[in-house]
């Protein structure tokens, strides 16, 4: 029997997005044009393949089992044709649209825009917001080249690599009337608390610490952003909880003053997520690294004292 290889892309692109109309975008075509070849494709192959359920096209049996075979193929295919592309850094120019969370904007962002100004000065970057899901990145589409931040229940044709643990301290003011070099239980639950309200499904991380170590908040303030914190706690006798690189940065303001957690609150991992499409792209490849190198760099302890 013959087979039209022309369709066997149509198969893994349907596999990753499982909406038709996602599939019909990356894959740029028509609507129309890709329902005519997934039903050819179910004609040749003589089973329905994907099964339209609530929140997108669920596939069947056969059609999960052709899809790791012709991923295998088309993969190793890849492999020889990118493998034999250079990617020059130094000379190479490209946009990557990146959708970073508060946390990584903040931390990580100024350290790897310094090192793509000396390694990759072609490369621009375009932020996108984190926004409340990761489906609202743009990652999933593939239209958004990564997503930094904590990732939560990523979807099948999302690839997530862990880049680091971050901890928690507290700021105060410096010379906080209540307060000396330690924080006790009894006085952080006293105080009144500035809270930094990640995006959606995300916010629940602090809280489950707290109430995991039985203490409790008052919260007088929540805000949205990192770069509130520092005005409000200078000016009050608040106190915020904050991850301890973002500590880091803040102990050089000469109104604030750095010091532990009543108890360890733990730590929460940092993530990076892309679309498997991206995975042998040699440029993708590179710049993956390159974030991968700046996030260890901020976490080594030897580093940042």
Known sequence: MKYDLNLLPVLLV???ERKVTRAAERLGITQPALSNALNRLRETLND?????????????????QLAQVVGAALS?????????????????????????NSYVEFIMMPAIVARLRSCAPGIRLRLTPFGNDVTETGVISGNTDMVLGRIVEPPDNLVVQHL????LACVIRADHPLVGE????????????????????MRAGLYQALEQRG????????????????????VTDYCATLPRLICQHLSRDQRLRIIPAPVDLGTFPVEMGWHARYRDDP???????????????????????
Not at 52 to 60: I, Q
Not at 164 to 167: D, F, K, L, V
């Open 14 to 16: 349907m596999m990753e």
């Open 48 to 64: 329905p393949l994907f099964i339209r359920e609530r929140y997108g096209m669920r596939p069947t049996p056969k059609a999960e």
């Open 76 to 100: 190793s295919i890849d492999k020889v044709i990118l493998g034999q592309q250079d990617f020059d850094p130094l000379h190479a120019t490209r946009l990557f649209t990146l959708a970073p």
């Open 164 to 167: 680091m643990n971050e901890g």
């Open 182 to 201: 330690n924080l006790s239980a009894e006085q952080y639950e006293q105080l009144k608390h500035v809270n930094v309200l990640p995006p959606g499904r």
């Open 215 to 234: 203490l409790r908040r008052q919260v007088a303030v929540s805000v949205t952003h990192f770069l509130a914190v520092p005005e409000m706690i200078a």
């Open 283 to 305: 440029a993708h490849r590179w710049f993956r690294t390159l974030i991968t190198e700046t996030a260890q760099s901020l976490s080594d302890p030897q580093i940042n004292n």
